[in-house]
DNA sequence: GACGTGTGTAACCTTCACGGTTACATATTC
DNA sequence: GAATATGTAACCGTGAAGGTTACACACGTC
């Protein structure tokens, strides 16, 4: 099964919009920290202010900020907010439908792929974004680094 | 994330083998009960004969066989057999490392991936092939069918 | 051994989803 | 009004996947 990175790069946002406060980020900011193009992050951020996460201002010197604390945004919401389609695909085609198994797979499989996929949702939403937070600002703790204070300002 | 329809197909194919207990099955007939080319099939075939799920004969007169019994074969043994890629994606492009989160979300976002994935193997390997034949021949027990004994035979 | 049957696999095509990019209208702040 | 920043349409390039053709090889039968 293939995958699309829309959900890494939501979780990406949103923790940098975490590390903010409520400061507000530009999508050109975020794009930076992701490494991507402004508008491939403005397309998430209307995924997920549409999903309620977080509130964005037009207009010089605003930007995006969380709508709620980290510790209320559960991985789950993320992903249903920007993975719409579901993780597992059934027949491209109607099987043949004169053969006893093809004229029921397609039932067994639907059952089997939505237990699947509420599993997935399920051990997502045992994190949240503050969660996520923790472990990455745990690298503040590490030795060895010599970029720190940069990285803080550029973060 | 989009998908593959391997999984699909490969239950679809173990669940033809499984109803006609060892009678051999080509990949022809197989691939006119999934409705699609035999060589998809067969590739599928070689999949699941490395993962020793079934048993290929060549020549006349005959095909494959499962090479366990319906209820020893658990879905995810199948999800791995035919799924070699994991289910999520993280970044494309390595993240900016001059900023915070960027530096340190891609490790976070693998333990993530990594729970969600065992989650969804696990849900998958509490069903079995002989369940999912069971939930298949209930076909036969359903009222208002024309083509029960025509189905049985082309199956 | 020759022949028919069926698998294994390479090669190629088409389609489609996705990330990336450009461009521009719109809204907000100063 | 100027500068800033979002929202979105439109397009491109790429890669993955299913489908298809073609053919070599293996097995069983005669």
Avoid: W
């Avoid at 559960?74 to 043949?96: G, M, Q, V, W």
């Amino acid at each position: 099964m293939a995958a699309s990175c829309r959900f890494a790069f939501a979780v990406h946002i949103l923790a940098v919009l975490a590390s903010k406060g409520g400061q507000g980020v530009t999508s050109d900011a975020l794009a930076g920290s992701v490494n991507t193009n402004p508008v491939v992050i403005r397309r998430l951020l209307t995924a997920l202010n549409r999903a309620g996460l977080i509130d964005t201002k037009k207009g010089a010197g605003s930007g995006s900020t969380l709508s709620r604390a980290p510790g209320e945004i559960s991985l789950d919401e993320i992903y249903r907010a920007t993975e719409p389609a579901p993780a597992f695909a059934a027949h491209p085609h109607k099987p043949n439908v004169r053969c006893l198994v093809g004229r029921n797979i397609t039932a067994v499989l639907d059952s089997v792929f939505a237990s699947a996929q509420v599993a997935l949702e399920d051990e997502l939403g045992r994190r949240t974004l503050a969660d996520v937070l923790t472990t990455v600002t745990d690298d503040l703790a590490k030795p060895g680094r010599k970029t720190s204070a940069r990285a803080r300002k550029s973060a």
